[in-house]
């Protein structure tokens, strides 16, 4: 379960990884709201049931967001 303060890293649909950390926990931990740990941006990713994936906006491409553990 995700949880908040959590570190996590968002996975670039084209390549690359960005650390962020988990800074809130929604609709029983399906959508989360997370920092950037460059830049501050915060962003929000929600859980795909087909993929079983978080991501930006909840499609089945784009951003992913990878839950690290810890917390």
Known sequence: MPRIGAPARIA??????????????????????VRADAGGATREFMLNAATATFREGGSAHGDRLELLGGG
């Open 12 to 33: 670039h649909f084209g390549g690359g990884f960005e650390p962020a950390t988990v800074l809130a926990v929604h609709d029983e931990g399906r959508r989360l709201q």
